[in-house]
């Protein structure tokens, strides 16, 4: 994992630092499609001296090359770092985001291709209630 930032960073004419090395990491292991605010709250820890713009700068940068997604759910910015395509849910209560896995992304493209589309960018969410609050709305 970190092999891949190293040699996109270097690709692209970059330093390898271990900022955004960390933020790159937290992105891939976390399922939590943190905005930049909660980058930055769970980072600074382990990067003393960190800056929130810094964060900011490195979550765009890692979306520019490629090694990261980005939506805006209520008007803010969430970052993912699965760049595979797949399924968001958003709960509109708790406001969870979470993943599922696409059925199949191939007839996404077949249809695209019977189109006569190039496919740029992908997305597909679905807006409801999540198991938990749906419980919590029971009881
Ligand atoms: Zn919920
Ligand atoms: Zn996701």
Redesign the pocket.
């Known amino acids: 994992m970190e092999e891949k930032i190293k040699e996109v960073l270097r690709a692209n004419g970059l330093k390898v630092t271990k900022t955004r090395i960390e933020i790159y990491k937290y992105l891939v292991n976390t399922?939590s499609?943190p905005t930049a605010e909660m980058v930055y709250n769970d980072i600074k820890e382990k990067l003393p001296g960190v800056s929130f713009a810094t964060v900011y700068n490195v979550l765009n940068k890692l979306v520019e090359l490629g090694l990261a997604?980005e939506f805006s759910i209520n008007k803010s910015k969430h970052f993912?770092g699965?760049i595979v395509p797949?399924i968001?849910f958003v709960c509109i209560s708790c406001g969870k985001?979470e993943?599922a896995e696409l059925p199949d992304y191939n007839d996404v493209v077949r249809v695209a291709k019977e189109k006569g589309w190039d496919i740029k960018e992908f997305s597909l969410f679905i807006y409801g209630i999540c198991p938990e609050c749906k419980r919590k709305s029971k009881s």
Do not use: E, N, T, V
């Open positions: 399922r499609h997604k993912d699965r797949h968001h985001i993943d």
